[in-house]
């Protein structure tokens, strides 16, 4: 599976933005996906990621309350709605997938990565 990022950009602290992967080679309907997200000279850090059986997602404590994680499998997309954002969430963010069911955090987990996007907050 092929996995491509866009929505990224520049928004102000408190803004908003809407991340979108695009799954094309394969159906996402049978893998668990992720967003991960890395700073230079960082480790690539876990955001939020749902399985195949759908539910509410897991996320990381930084942005727990704040990002939202949504598959739609008919369209073969997932996306990360991120609200209040502040300049620390400001990274190059990642789509990833794994046939797993247990990939979830874990980012040795996920075979398959897209581009990224990057994510720049500030005024």
């Known amino acids: 599976v092929q996995l491509t990022e866009s929505g990224g950009g520049l928004v102000q602290p408190g803004g908003t933005l809407r991340l979108t992967c695009t799954a094309t080679g394969d159906l996402i309907n049978t893998y668990t996906m992720g967003w991960f997200r890395q700073i230079p000279g960082k480790e690539r850090e876990f955001v939020a990621s749902i399985s195949w059986r759908g539910g509410n997602g897991d996320y990381g404590d930084s942005v727990k309350g704040r990002f939202t994680m949504s598959r739609d499998d008919a369209k073969n997309m997932v996306y990360l709605q991120m609200n209040s954002l502040q300049p620390e969430d400001t990274a190059e963010y990642f789509c990833?997938?794994?046939?797993?069911?247990?990939?979830?955090?874990?980012?040795?987990?996920?075979?398959?990565w897209g581009q990224g996007t990057q994510v720049i907050v500030g005024s």
């Open positions: 990833a997938a794994d046939l797993s069911s247990s990939a979830g955090r874990l980012r040795g987990k996920y075979r398959y």
